[in-house]
């Protein structure tokens, strides 16, 4: 199927909306209260936030619903901590997290992690947001329990079962222009088309099932309307899910598909009459089997098995505008199919002794093999952790966690003992204190060992002789709940310090200043404090908050006049309120970002020349929907994207990292509307 018939979609929704009986798109409100909000990502069972020994923030499936967000990317943007960095070359996007780039985020989909293939993580814009129930940010370290790439923190998308109904259909189209273009269905702007469905038979068993299109023509262009500032990019997300559920076991299998095509179209060439174009194809399969068991009433066994293929076709051609015919180049990486492949298995058990006292043990094994032109031999990384902690409540408002990995890598030598302590000390009824100590722990994946990845644009080498970073990091936490006839509250303070040994980051390489290497950071640090509130005034909600980020200055070690580190605010508000009569939910969204510092060589990687402070300039994001009931079954939504109209912002940083110079920074193609139809039949 290469795409949706939209208007034939489009009538039978509107006719459905007049047949049948459902709920409504609308939920009563978002606001939920705290103490009803369970999370899964590292805890021994499902349980509330207010009862989690971590620091979880909870992104529900309708504050994503809300915002009319196409992607996982557009509801991260106004969090605090977040940022985003835009490589227009290539048409991705990554994200880093308290301070800390995404090589050191993991991306859990359901507990399980996704693969990407460099060390940006794009995987978040390749998930399909329809299919989300919650998501999960935790910060800080979560090596103990998740293994390598979760210095930083980990991300954990939770998708929707088939629910309590017997049957649902969902659906949703939605029309966004791209700035000022738009045309409709296509050509022109950003269309997004996408139905899922459940059914769950007499007996235990479940079935689910989805399929969403995006297609985003670029914007901007030359003259000639091929050079695009922001690549066209087109999408299908499909997912599977096959169930079993009994009173004491819950098993199901679950396959999500991803294929992606970006085109880059090049400029014209009057002389010849010719262009240089290319297409980066990503096509990826996760399969992947979990099991929740319970095996009497004292210990529980929950499995995990994974299987991930992932393959990347870069194909360049060169367009001949006077017989209309691609001939291909052969140009270096011009013709390329790197392939990279994941096999993992986990599996964890809590025993519960009595009130007072709980074991997690657990194992863990990881397999991951590369090959393609540009990856240097058939390389194979495998990983086997055992990993254990305990739950101590000497006390009712006492809970102490102690913990540890021991990790088999078949390529470095990992720590002998990977170690965390968490500690959640009840101060009063209404409050908490938390504490947690950890170590943390990530080897090199193979795309930074063995992945050179040269084009007309890039030239990066990875570099086999990399070392695996280690940290150590402390967060204090307190937390206080209020509970009232008509409102709720609660109000968060928290402040983290990471010490980070040997760190990859890029560098210009020593041999070649016209190519960019990997190689290990001897020192880095990350510090910061954070402030959130969270407010629920019957159908409204307000969340804001405050960060203060600092971020390591290497040079001060050689200038002790220069600061030990870079520090950058943002402030962030999220507002939901629904209006009864006449049935409207509005959403606004709002994050300031401050200017990021960063310190640089005067003349290339000569100290002696001085150092002077660059930066990436400030700037205010903010979205506002309106989301109205029509039928019992239909709903309309409009708004407004980037109300600031933000592009591109000024930067000075130049050579930091694999992609970055100095000059313009992309953020978005500007302010956009969009406006969405959504129909939700359940029986």
């Known amino acids: 199927m290469k795409r949706f ?58 504050q994503i619903q809300a915002r009319g967000a196409v992607n996982i990317l557009q509801v991260l943007n106004t969090q605090l901590g977040v940022r985003l960095s835009n490589d227009n070359t290539l048409g991705v996007t990554d994200i880093q ?28 814009s390749q998930i399909d947001v329809q299919t989300i129930e919650r998501i999960e940010i935790v910060e800080g370290p979560m090596s103990v329990t998740y293994g390598s790439d979760a210095l930083a923190g980990v991300i954990n998308i939770i998708t929707k079962d088939a629910g309590m109904a017997q049957y649902s259909v969902q659906a949703r189209v939605q029309e966004e222009t791209a700035g000022k273009e738009y045309y409709p269905f296509g050509y022109k702007g950003l269309h997004q088309q996408s139905v899922n469905g459940s059914y769950k038979f007499r007996r235990p068993f479940t079935l689910s099932g989805g399929i969403s299109h995006i297609q985003f023509n670029g914007f901007g262009g030359d003259d000639y309307g091929r050079e695009k500032a922001w690549l066209p990019k087109e999408q299908y997300l499909g997912h599977i899910r096959a169930g079993y559920r009994t009173e004491k076991n819950n098993i199901y299998y679950r396959l999500d598909v991803l294929d992606e095509t970006i085109t880059k179209k090049g400029a014209l060439n009057l002389s010849i009459r010719k262009a240089f174009d290319q297409l980066y194809q990503t096509r990826r399969y996760m399969h992947q089997v ?34 209309g ?70 006390a009712d408002r006492i809970n102490i966690r102690p913990g540890f990995r021991v990790i088999k890598n078949s390529i470095y030598d990992a720590p002998p003992v990977v170690p965390a302590l968490h500690i959640k000390l009840g101060v009063s009824s209404t409050s908490d204190l938390w504490f947690s100590y950890a170590q943390g722990y990530r080897a090199p994946a193979l795309r930074e060992l063995y992945f050179d990845f040269v084009d007309a644009n890039h030239t990066i080498y990875g570099n086999p002789g990399l070392k695996a970073e280690t940290s150590q990091s402390l967060n204090v936490s307190w937390n206080t ?59 409204l909600q307000l969340d804001w908050g405050l960060s203060y980020i600092g971020r390591y200055n290497r040079f001060q070690e050689n200038d002790q ?123």
């Open 5 to 62: 018939k939209k208007y034939h979609l489009v009538i039978c929704l509107l006719f459905a909306a007049f047949n049948g009986d459902g709920q409504t798109m609308i939920s009563d409100t978002v606001a939920h209260a705290l103490d009803e909000v369970v999370i899964t990502t590292g805890q021994y069972t499902p349980q509330s936030l207010r009862r989690s020994l971590y620091n979880v923030r909870v992104i529900s499936a309708a």
């Open 481 to 539: 709940f209020l509970n009232r006839s008509g409102w709720k509250t609660s109000f968060s303070f928290s402040a983290f310090y990471n010490v980070f040994d040997d760190l990859i980051d890029y560098a210009t390489d020593p041999n070649n200043n016209t190519a960019t290497i990997l190689f290990n950071v001897s020192k880095f640090k990350t510090t910061g404090i954070l402030l959130q509130h969270n407010l629920i005034i019957k159908q």
């Open 325 to 394: 015919e691609d001939a291909l180049t052969a140009g270096a990486g011009e013709q390329d199919l790197a392939k990279f492949n994941t096999l993992f298995f986990r599996t964890q058990g809590v025993y519960t002794f009595n009130k007072k006292f709980s074991v997690q043990p657990g194992i863990e094994i990881s397999r991951d093999n590369a090959s393609g032109n540009r990856i240097k031999g058939d390389p194979l990384i495998a990983d086997y952790a055992f990993f254990a902690s305990a739950e101590y409540k000497p």
């Open 290 to 323: 979990q099991d929740q068991w319970t095996l009497g009433h004292r210990f529980n066994l929950a499995t995990f098995l994974s299987y991930t293929n992932y393959q990347r076709r870069t194909k360049s051609s060169s367009h001949n505008f006077e017989t």
């Open 97 to 124: 997290l308290m301070g800390m780039s995404g090589r050191s985020i993991k991306i859990l989909l359901d507990g399980v992690p996704v693969m990407d293939r460099n060390d940006t993580r794009e995987s978040l």
């Open 561 to 683: 006049e220069l600061p030990a580190f870079n520090w950058s605010p943002e402030a962030n508000a999220n507002l939901y309120y629904n209006i009864t009569k006449p049935a409207l939910q509005l959403a606004l969204a709002y994050k300031f970002t401050d200017a990021r510092k960063q310190y640089q060589l005067k003349n290339g990687s000569d100290i002696s020349e001085g150092v002077r402070l660059t930066k990436m300039a400030a700037f205010h994001w903010a979205d506002f929907s309106v989301t109205k009931k029509l039928w019992s079954l239909l709903s309309v939504q409009a708004g407004v994207k980037n109300i600031f109209d933000i592009s591109n912002i000024n930067n000075t940083i130049g050579g930091d990292g694999a992609h970055s110079s100095s000059g313009p920074v992309p953020i978005s193609y500007g302010r956009s509307f969009f406006i969405g139809l959504n129909y939700h039949f359940h029986k």
